[in-house]
């Protein structure tokens, strides 16, 4: 059963079905009289429980790239269809660099996001400059993904349109609603 889980692994994600069967198939060794049998299912169990669990996870992760990858189907090359919030929520850990510049609306935090916008919408933007902007879409992030989840904690994601084409304005909460503007890819 462990040589045809290692063959399954080239499946992300398919190894967790596989290895969950094979624990609970371990659990009919634990009625076998003689200890070292019963010892032996026991580490099965366990081992099959982990490889389940590291499946799991291959898995989710497997998704969230085919996501934001182009999809090999039927001999043709697609794009993942995927609003442009999540996609830049699936890849900020690639495009966020050590010297990323935040300047504040002037809005503070406990206030609605929708006012730092508003309020960006009447003074503009500073880098790059943009006069004229309209927001199309304002979602607060809760990625799934730790490490995502991590880095985009108290943080907001606006879609603008703007008069140098489609932009995310990701708004950080941190006394004041602070902002940076991302292209889109």
């Not at 069967?21 to 060794?29: E, M, N, Q, R």
């Not at 830049?88 to 660099?97: H, L, M, R, T």
Request: proline share 4%; with cysteine.
């Amino acid at each position: 059963m462990g040589i045809l889980g290692c063959v399954v692994t080239f499946v992300p994600g398919a190894e967790c079905e596989w290895f969950g069967i094979v624990a609970a198939l371990s659990l009919f060794g634990l009625f076998i009289p003689k200890f070292f049998y019963r010892g032996a299912a026991t580490l099965l169990l366990v081992l099959s429980i982990l490889a389940a669990m590291n499946g799991h996870q291959r898995g989710i992760k497997y998704r969230q790239w085919l996501a934001t990858h182009q999809v090999m189907r039927n001999d043709q090359i697609t794009l993942a269809s995927m609003d442009s919030i999540s996609r830049f929520v699936a890849e900020y850990p690639n495009i966020e660099g050590i010297s990323i510049v935040y300047h504040s609306t002037g809005v503070p935090s406990s206030m609605d996001p929708h006012e730092a916008i508003a309020k960006l919408r009447q003074t503009g933007i500073r880098q790059p400059p943009i006069t004229n902007l309209t927001l199309i879409e304002l979602r607060e992030l809760h990625p799934e993904d730790r490490d995502r989840a991590s880095l985009l904690t108290n943080s907001v994601a606006a879609l603008v349109d703007t008069e140098i084409g489609k932009r995310i304005v990701l708004l950080k909460a941190s006394g004041d609603w602070w902002y940076h503007v991302y292209d889109l890819k």
